[in-house]
């Protein structure tokens, strides 16, 4: 069973750090890209940052300059390196995995989209 694992959230003071850890374990083959979205209260989900095979980064806008995203040397890793956090980055935060090949039973390729079970960041005072 393929599956992503996450962990690092918690309740955090404004303008402090945390990392977010992403693993994915399983019969994987490649993934191609590696993910983070978010969701607030009364929001809907978005995208905070992404990664390629190739380490093409991308964050959006509300993240940029303060988020980074990571590949681990570990194979099928991810991290997110938050800093400067402020109270409107409380979100639970998910891993994603776009583009997944993971190898069947059979032995044969599917493809496959994965999400992590999700890890609440908390910024308050």
């Known amino acids: 069973q393929v599956q992503l694992v996450e962990s690092g959230g918690g309740l955090v003071q404004p303008g402090g750090s945390l990392r977010l850890s992403c693993a994915a374990s399983?019969?994987?083959?490649?993934?191609?890209?590696l993910g983070w979205y978010r969701q607030g209260p009364a929001k809907e989900r978005e995208l905070v940052a992404s990664?390629?095979?190739?380490?093409?980064?991308s964050y959006s806008d509300s993240v940029k300059g303060r988020f980074s995203i990571s590949r681990g040397n570990a194979k099928h890793t991810v991290y997110l390196q938050m800093d400067s956090l402020k109270p409107e980055d409380t979100a639970v935060y998910y891993c994603?995995?776009?583009?997944?090949?993971?190898?069947?039973?059979?032995?044969?390729?599917?493809?496959?989209?994965?999400w992590g079970q999700g890890t609440l960041v908390s910024v308050s005072s």
């Open positions: 399983g019969s994987i083959f490649s993934i191609n890209t």
């Open positions: 994603n995995a776009k583009d997944v090949l993971a190898i069947s039973p059979n032995g044969g390729l599917k493809h496959l989209e994965l």
């Open positions: 990664v390629t095979i190739g380490n093409r980064t």
